[in-house]
């Protein structure tokens, strides 16, 4: 918006403030003009329209001025100063408070208590560290408002960017630079020729799955929008692969009952893939993956479907006409399922049967021969006796891309050799270390304290929400191959809703951890014994906060483990042996699971599986009926433990 990068130009300008807080000067620039009246709203402001009442202006104070923030007595000494300079950069959402950057720390701060002085500026020459002196003024609460304009205040910052705490400010640009840069819209991306080539491929595989026909706009039927997504692939290494564009029909648009109904659509899970990648180290098979192009262009529709020409590509003297679906498009909701529909149908016309534990598993018996398929989404994972009829059946119904053996896969990489297989995410992993600037943090030998219990309510300052948020999620996607980190990404996971500074120095000793483990993984070879063994445990009221316990197990077939979990119990134990049955009951329900699979896969179990527990108590209660008292209110559990 041009009036909006205006409004932020000046603001900077005006305080002489380096081009790095545009950020902030925009959002600031947007709350201020959703407060101001326009000729669109027949005088109103955006904020009276969306809310029904005036919104207050007392509180607004001149962006990028000079302030005192009050230093609360608990965080300083007798003799410390009260309050501490900084730019006022904003208005929180969270609470009745200013957004205030004090340069000395890097930080933003989050306070009611600061006094702004709007005709002065920082002085970026000796940066706030010794000279500045807060004015003589008593510090009091911005708000002269009544109570009720001030519940006005309050609720008129729901539009406003979210933040809580403190962060740094250099952290946040960090992360707006760290991805690989992409054109917002079809403007840009025309100015470049890979972008354009990127169009046309799109175009020319729409036209040839013949997934549309150009018609006149029917009278009262609803015309669905469209427009351009551009993404850039990477190979393992980081290098740029390829250049894709999709276009994507804006399926929020669309009405449940009317252009839609059934939209699930499975994908496999990745303790299957991670099974499948053992069974391949035991059985010498390799892995090879297949890529269907434009995959959801190949689903059907049952439902009549228009959507607009595509931005860029209109026919030349039909530009009133628009396109009816006759196959699906990327971003429609039923897109994904129309897809599996399609490939699945396929893969039973061939022959092949579907497991009934894992919908995305495919088996087809040849013989002597064998071949499995594992789906996820447009990749399908092949491996087994013989592969090679495989994908000449494929190709000729889909156009497909052979992309050899598999290597990289949803962030795994993946090395194959005679009769091993080695998982691992040393590049993610690195990745991280460079994201959250940890790169040259010294290394921790755990990735944990056992002594440390964590607490929602433990002192420190709270944090910024989405920074926690993104760690965290960022560990979750590095345990798909590292078992190790689960137990305590899952306890950090706990606390995304009120991160503080205690649960931070906690995630970022799992970086710590990661930094001296990137090349971990896990290594999959033939074994002598190869059968399905597990591993159950148990901590007893581990959470400090409703003193529920925490379950793990994990599960090996031959060699390295492939499935894996790491959970809060939805109950209290009242004891150690309760706990470690309400694991050992999640674990053989998994057992359960991985069982059927196997016997899908022509690998049935002939022997019972193990699943071994270290609580002794556990151990005599689950073969004799003892202790009947205290353990009563848990009896389903053991008998069906018993039972199993």
């Known amino acids: 918006n041009r009036y909006i990068l205006e409004m932020t130009r000046c603001m900077l300008y005006e305080k002489n403030l380096p081009k790095e807080y545009w950020a902030e000067a925009a959002s600031t620039a947007v709350f201020l003009q959703n407060r101001l009246p326009t000729k669109a709203l027949n005088d109103q402001t955006p904020f009276e329209v969306w809310y029904g009442y005036k919104p207050s202006l007392k509180f607004l104070k001149i962006f990028g001025c000079l302030c005192f923030t009050h230093v609360p007595q608990s965080k300083r000494d007798k003799l410390d100063k009260r309050a501490s300079p900084g730019i006022f950069i904003g208005y929180s959402t969270v609470s009745k408070a200013y957004k205030i950057f004090q340069p000395q720390t890097g930080k933003i701060v989050i306070s009611r208590d600061v006094h702004l002085v709007e005709d002065e500026e920082w002085n970026w020459d000796d940066k706030g560290k010794t000279d500045m002196t807060s004015p003589n003024e008593k510090l009091k609460t911005p708000f002269s408002t009544t109570q009720n304009e001030d519940e006005n205040w309050q609720n008129e910052l729901v539009d406003d960017v979210p933040t809580r705490g403190t962060r740094l400010l250099s952290e946040i640009y960090e992360r707006c630079n760290i991805s690989v840069c992409e054109p917002a819209d079809y403007e840009e991306a025309k100015k470049n020729p890979n972008w354009v080539a990127a169009m046309k491929e799109e175009l020319s595989m729409i036209e040839k799955n013949q997934t549309w026909i150009l018609v006149e706009k029917p009278q009262g039927r609803k015309v669905i929008g469209v427009k351009w997504v551009y993404r850039t692939k990477l190979n393992a290494d980081g290098s740029i692969n390829?250049?894709?564009?999709?276009?994507?029909?804006?399926?929020?648009a669309q009405i449940f009952g009317v252009d839609y109904s059934d939209t699930f659509a499975p994908v496999a899970r990745l303790e299957t893939i991670r099974l499948l990648l053992a069974i391949a180290a035991q059985k010498n098979w390799k892995v090879y993956q297949l890529d269907v192009k434009s995959a959801f262009l190949n689903g059907f529709l049952q439902e009549e479907i228009y959507v607009e020409q595509p931005q860029g590509f209109v026919k030349e003297g039909e530009e009133d006409k628009v396109y009816l679906l006759k196959k699906a498009l990327y971003g429609l909701k039923q897109a994904p399922r129309s897809w599996y529909s399609r490939i699945d149908d396929h893969l039973l016309n061939l022959g092949f049967v579907k497991s009934l534990a894992e919908s995305t598993l495919y088996v087809k018996h040849n013989r002597a021969n064998i071949l499995i398929i594992s789906l996820y989404v447009?990749?399908?994972?092949?491996?087994?006796?013989?592969?090679?009829?495989?994908?000449?059946?494929?190709?000729d119904v889909f156009e497909m891309t052979d992309l050899g053996l598999m290597t990289f896969f949803l962030g795994m990489e993946i090395k194959q050799g005679e009769h091993e297989v080695f998982i691992c995410q040393n590049k993610y992993a690195k990745e991280i270390l460079k994201k959250f600037r940890l790169d040259e943090c010294k290394e921790m030998s755990t990735p944990m304290n056992q002594k440390e219990k964590l607490s929602k309510e433990d002192g420190t300052e709270k944090i910024d929400q989405a920074y926690f948020r993104g760690m965290i999620g960022c560990l979750m996607y590095l345990t798909a191959t590292r078992p190790d980190i689960l137990n305590a990404v899952s306890i950090l996971s706990r606390f995304m809703h009120c991160p503080s500074e205690m649960h931070l120095?906690?995630?970022?000793?799992?970086?710590?951890?990661?930094?001296?483990?990137?090349?971990?993984?896990?290594?999959?070879?033939?074994?002598?014994?190869?059968?399905?063994?597990?591993?159950?445990?148990?901590?007893?009221?581990?959470?400090?906060?409703?003193?529920r316990s925490t379950s793990g197990y994990c599960f090996s077939f031959g060699s390295g483990v492939f499935s894996w979990s790491s959970k809060k119990q939805a109950t209290v134990a009242q004891s150690t042996t309760e706990a470690e049955f309400v694991d050992a009951t999640a674990a053989v329900n998994q057992v359960l699971w991985l069982r059927k699979i196997l016997i899908d896969?022509?690998?049935?179990?002939?022997?019972?599986?193990?699943?071994?527990?270290?609580?002794?108590?556990?151990?005599?209660?689950?073969?004799?009926?003892?202790?009947?008292?205290?353990?009563k209110h848990f009896n389903i559990k053991l008998f069906f433990l018993r039972e199993v």
Request: charged share 30%; proline share 1%.
């Open 505 to 547: 120095k906690a995630a970022k000793r799992v970086i710590r951890y990661v930094k001296g483990t990137c090349n971990f993984g896990i290594k999959y070879k033939w074994t002598e014994e190869f059968k399905l063994t597990g591993f159950s445990d148990s901590d007893w009221g581990g959470s400090i906060d409703d003193m």
């Open 378 to 395: 447009d990749d399908l994972l092949v491996t087994g006796s013989d592969t090679r009829l495989l994908k000449k059946e494929m190709m």
């Open 601 to 631: 896969l022509n690998m049935e179990q002939k022997v019972s599986t193990e699943v071994f527990v270290d609580n002794q108590a556990a151990i005599a209660i689950s073969h004799n009926p003892v202790f009947h008292g205290k353990t």
């Open 242 to 252: 390829k250049h894709k564009a999709r276009l994507v029909v804006k399926g929020y």
